[in-house]
T-cell receptor, first 120, second 113 residues
Framework: GAVVSQHPSWVICKSGTSVKIECRSL??????MFWYRQFPKQSLMLMAT?????????EQGVEKDKFLINHASLTLSTLTVTSAHPEDSSFYIC????????????????FGEGSWLTVV | GEDVEQSLFLSVREGDSSVINCTYT??????LYWYKQEPGAGLQLLTY?????DMKQDQRLTVLLNKKDKHLSLRIADTQTGDSAIYFC?????????????FGKGTKLSVKP
């Protein structure tokens, strides 16, 4: 079945540095991918919608200059946390919709494994 | 606005049935989803239900949908210790046209041997 893969699974970085997280759809094309953030014991909150070939759409309260999103191909979206600070430490998870999955009328939404970011 | 509510905790004994409840607000949600998250892991799509269905059964999982009350439930039959995880209910706002989901806070299921 369709799989969405994220890399890295775990990353520790120093405060002030930038970190890039990749989200790949492995066996389907995704014109749209979604980035969520999950704080400990909290739900997933949508950060932004990544659109292939165009600018990402950010949710209210999410700094677009801090969380850079690039969706350069139909199978890859990247999230770069710039000038990371300890409060950016969180679980970041992406999702993609498999529009070709006829079983589900194109609404099969798969999530990556997630990426744990710790900023020290 | 859109909102999804779930109870936070559920504890059952191995072999019993588990029922996790969820309420949502967006009546235009086309699909409603249940995801499972094990500790330190991503989200696993468990099952889903289309909004014009009342019930869907998939092996040990039964999803019930009361669209009038905007109430969704997930029943796990013969619950096993491996079912211990956090279960998220999610709705697809705006008729699911965009692909993003609104999640509940998750229900932590603990299965005691």
């Amino acid at each position: 079945g369709a799989v969405v893969s994220q890399h890295p699974s775990w990353v520790i970085c120093k405060s002030g540095t930038s970190v890039k997280i990749e989200c790949r759809s492995l066996d389907f094309q995704a014109t749209t991918m979604f980035w969520y953030r999950q704080f400990p014991k909290q739900s997933l909150m949508l950060m932004a919608t990544s659109n292939e070939g165009s600018k990402a759409t950010y949710e209210q309260g999410v700094e677009k200059d801090k969380f850079l999103i690039n969706h350069a191909s139909l199978t890859l979206s990247t999230l770069t946390v710039t000038s990371a600070h300890p409060e950016d430490s969180s679980f970041y998870i992406c999702s993609a919709r498999d529009l070709s999955d006829s079983r589900f009328s194109g609404n099969t939404i798969y999530f990556g494994e997630g990426s744990w970011l710790t900023v020290v | 606005g859109e909102d999804v509510e779930q109870s936070l905790f559920l504890s059952v004994r191995e072999g019993d049935s588990s029922v996790i409840n969820c309420t949502y607000t967006d009546s235009s949600s086309t699909y409603l989803y249940w995801y499972k998250q094990e500790p330190g892991a991503g989200l696993q799509l468990l099952t889903y239900i289309f909004s014009n269905m009342d019930m869907k059964q998939d092996q040990r999982l039964t999803v019930l949908l009361n669209k009038k009350d905007k109430h969704l439930s997930l029943r796990i039959a013969d619950t096993q210790t491996g079912d211990s995880a956090i279960y998220f209910c999610a709705e697809s706002p705006h008729g699911g046209s965009q692909g993003n989901l609104i999640f509940g806070k998750g229900t932590k299921l603990s299965v005691k041997p």
